[in-house]
Every structure is written in C-alpha cells, then in structure tokens.
C-alpha cells in the first residue's frame, strides 16, 4: 500500500535539511542572537572560544 504523502519518504528527514546559506535566510531575530553571542565570546588560557551566559552578562555589566 503507498505511503499518505505519495512520495513514499517521510516528512521528518525533509525538515532536517538545512538551508545553503543560513546568512541570506536570517530574520532580524536571529540576526540580533548571533550578534549577541558575538558579544558574549571569550578565549580561555589555550585559546579555545567560549561564551558566558546572558546572566553572567547582567551580573557582569560595567557600570558608568
């Protein structure tokens, strides 16, 4: 018997494809997260990159 979609592939591995340039699909929103991890990067001693937590952030913020 065929499949309901009639294609006979499921609809879970069709969403695990990912677009070719996440940068031309970006919506603002994700836009503003990656500059905001950008902002949160840090390199540890051996010069690995890491990000601190938005609440290290706020409990961290430089006062003026």
Request: charged share 35%; proline share 6%; no cysteine.
């Given at each position: 018997m065929p499949t309901r979609s009639g294609r006979g592939g499921s609809k879970k591995s069709a969403s695990r494809i990912m677009p070719?340039?996440?940068e031309k699909t970006a919506g603002p929103i994700q836009a503003k997260a990656a500059d905001?991890?950008?902002s949160r990067?840090?390199?540890?001693?051996?010069?690995?990159v890491h990000h601190h937590t938005r609440r290290y952030m706020e409990q961290h913020k430089e006062t003026r």
């Amino acid at each position: 018997m065929p499949t309901r979609s009639g294609r006979g592939g499921s609809k879970k591995s069709a969403s695990r494809i990912m677009p070719e340039s996440p940068e031309k699909t970006a919506g603002p929103i994700q836009a503003k997260a990656a500059d905001d991890l950008k902002s949160r990067e840090y390199r540890d001693s051996a010069g690995n990159v890491h990000h601190h937590t938005r609440r290290y952030m706020e409990q961290h913020k430089e006062t003026r």
